[in-house]
């Protein structure tokens, strides 16, 4: 007795409706959500001055101390709230990249 082969048809996977309405991507966005990373303003700040954070290892600064953003969920210590040594050594940040490959694909499928 002889085996019969079937080819099987792949079906069209169904999307969910938290896919089609944009909540997954939401999702994503929230895990890999910023964390911003500061330097010294070159201004004189006093605590609780509006405006004003402080930055452990830096001090006080404003908005003109910010240098960009890293993503929460792949470049920081969750414990330390800082940066990773390996995003420190191994990434590249800057004002004009995205803050991790997740979000990169999510702003070019976007676009």
């Known amino acids: 007795m002889g085996c019969t082969m079937v080819a ?4 069209p996977r169904m999307m ?3 896919v089609k309405n944009g909540l997954v991507i939401d999702e994503i966005r929230q895990l890999h959500r910023p964390f911003r990373i ?3 303003c070159g201004h004189k700040h006093e605590e609780g001055e509006p405006g004003v954070k ?4 830096v001090g006080l600064v404003c908005e003109a ?3 960009y953003e890293i993503c929460r969920a ?3 210590d969750s414990h330390l709230d800082e940066m990773t040594e390996t ?7 800057g004002a004009n990249t995205p803050r991790c490959a997740t ?5 070019k499928e976007r676009a």
């Open 38 to 40: 500061y330097d010294e």
């Open 103 to 107: 979000i990169a694909i999510i702003e």
């Open 74 to 76: 792949c470049c920081v």
């Open 65 to 67: 101390g910010f240098q």
């Open 16 to 18: 969910s409706n938290r």
């Open 8 to 11: 099987a048809r792949a079906r």
């Open 54 to 57: 402080e930055i452990d290892e």
């Open 87 to 93: 995003c420190a050594t191994e990434h590249t940040h």
